[in-house]
T-cell receptor, first 114, second 120 residues
Framework: AQSVAQPEDQVNVAEGNPLTVKCTYSVSGNPYLFWYVQYPNRGLQFLLKYITGDNLVKGSYGFEAEFNKSQTSFHLKKPSALVSDSALYFCAVSSVGGSYIPTFGRGTSLIVHP | GAVVSQHPSRVICKSGTSVKIECRSLDFQATTMFWYRQFPKKSLMLMATSNEGSKATYEQGVEKDKFLINHASLTLSTLTVTSAHPEDSSFYIC????????????????FGPGTRLTVL
């Protein structure tokens, strides 16, 4: 069975500082990894994905994520946080040869302080 | 890009009534649609997966007779909450995956904006 862990319920960061939202996964086979963002009372918006190729994936709004196979991680990062980045962030995984239905983490609330 | 709409965005109903929520893929064919339920500040709970033209596959613990899902075409899926009760109040989100023009089919899901259901 595949699974995703987002170990932090909440991440607090000051505006202008770098941010990291952590995600680790477990799958059989090669993973497909996704990050989504959700603003209050909205659906999820796609940020970025890793399928194959470069381990560093660049996505929307200046976000990026690094696929680390040895650590089974796919942490979301941004060099300089904005107050408008405050939202709920979800990591998801599916796999080649495994379940095609993505499994979502429980979400991490990012709060960027002015 | 791939756009998914949901209607209505918000609904308030009396206990015992049924509510239908529509999910549409506007610019691509959604071979698979997903229905999620989200509680406040909580993760998404997958309720069911539906493929066009076939019966939905429900997750364990989700009542099939209470949450009726129909996926009659490649662009439309509906969720009907039958005989709704206050405990059914929640944020319901649909998503769709399929072949997007110029894109990949690597199981990426495109989410609707969600429907806030309040049962009085």
């Amino acid at each position: 069975a595949q699974s995703v862990a987002q170990p932090e319920d909440q991440v607090n960061v000051a505006e202008g500082n770098p941010l990291t939202v952590k995600c680790t996964y477990s799958v059989s086979g090669n993973p497909y990894l996704f990050w989504y963002v959700q603003y209050p009372n909205r659906g999820l918006q796609f940020l970025l994905k890793y399928i194959t190729g470069d381990n560093l994936v660049k996505g929307s709004y200046g976000f990026e994520a690094e696929f680390n196979k040895s650590q089974t991680s796919f942490h979301l990062k941004k060099p300089s946080a904005l107050v408008s980045d405050s939202a709920l962030y979800f990591c998801a995984v599916s796999s080649v040869g495994g379940s095609y239905i993505p499994t979502f983490g429980r979400g991490t609330s990012l709060i960027v302080h002015p | 890009g791939a756009v998914v709409s949901q209607h209505p965005s918000r609904v308030i109903c009396k206990s015992g009534t049924s509510v239908k929520i529509e999910c549409r893929s506007l610019d691509f064919q959604a071979t698979t649609m997903f229905w999620y339920r989200q509680f406040p500040k909580k993760s998404l709970m997958l309720m069911a997966t539906s493929n066009e033209g076939s019966k939905a596959t429900y997750e364990q613990g989700v009542e099939k007779d209470k949450f009726l899902i129909n996926h009659a075409s490649l662009t439309l899926s509906t969720l009907t909450v039958t005989s709704a009760h206050p405990e059914d109040s929640s944020f319901y989100i649909c998503s769709a995956s399929g072949i997007v023009a110029g894109g990949s089919s690597y199981n990426e899901q495109f989410f609707g904006p969600g429907t806030r259901l309040t049962v009085l």
